[in-house]
């Protein structure tokens, strides 16, 4: 295990421990990015957490070291089942450049977050969806209704996320 992954260990599963002092030290270090990627999919579930909360963390500042990611970051998404891991790769995958085919897969791994058991899973790929839709017109139509129906079906979370996307995505778009 990689010194950097090891300030991601140790503690519970609640906590995101030295979590903010290996994103600011892979912002002064970019190198070291694929280091806290790989603990994505290691064995100690509160590493894979803390990784993810530090990856999705460094790549708000700086999404393209998430670009030679894409591949593992889907597969790896579509994969687990851990919500904590689900939730952060919902905010990231919409970072990233994808191929008409891939966004397709990505659109797939977040609906099917939409049935996840917790709430902060479902209402971070509400807002994934909304990404996407912004910025595919086909994608749009289809997502619309559906952010409108869970808007006001969900949780609170959901509702309040909802109607912020649903005001935004129907905003009138300044002609190109």
Same mark, same amino acid.
């Given at each position: *295990?990689?010194?950097? @992954? !090891? ?8 906590? $995101?421990?030295?979590?903010?002092? +290996? ?23 509160? +590493? ?6 530090? +990856?999705?963390? $460094? =790549? ?9 990611? !894409?591949? !593992?970051?889907? #597969? ?9 891991? /689900?939730?952060?790769?919902?905010? *990231? ?5 994808? =191929?008409? /085919? ?11 977050? @939409?049935? #996840? ?8 790929? *509400?807002?994934? @969806?909304? #990404?996407?839709?912004?910025? #595919? ?20 979370? *959901? ?18």
């Amino acid at each position: *295990m990689h010194s950097i @992954l !090891k300030k991601l260990s140790g503690g519970g599963r609640r906590s $995101i421990g030295r979590s903010n002092e +290996v994103v600011a030290e892979v912002l002064t270090r970019p190198a070291l990015f694929r280091h806290v990627f790989e603990g994505l999919a290691g064995d100690d579930p509160v +590493v894979r957490i803390r990784a993810a909360d530090a +990856v999705e963390k $460094i =790549t708000a500042r700086r999404p393209e070291l998430l670009h030679p990611y !894409k591949n !593992k970051l889907l #597969d790896l998404a579509g994969g687990t089942s851990e919500a904590e891991v /689900r939730w952060h790769a919902a905010q *990231m995958i919409p970072r990233l450049k994808l =191929t008409p /085919r891939e966004r397709a897969v990505a659109v797939d791994i977040v609906f099917d977050y @939409l049935r #996840d058991r917790s709430s902060i899973v479902r209402t971070l790929a *509400m807002q994934a @969806l909304a #990404d996407f839709a912004s910025q #595919d017109a086909s994608l749009r139509a289809q997502i619309l209704p559906l952010l409108e129906e869970l808007t006001a079906i969900g949780t609170p979370a *959901m509702r309040a996320r909802g109607r912020k996307l649903l005001q935004h995505l129907n905003r009138p778009r300044a002609k190109a």
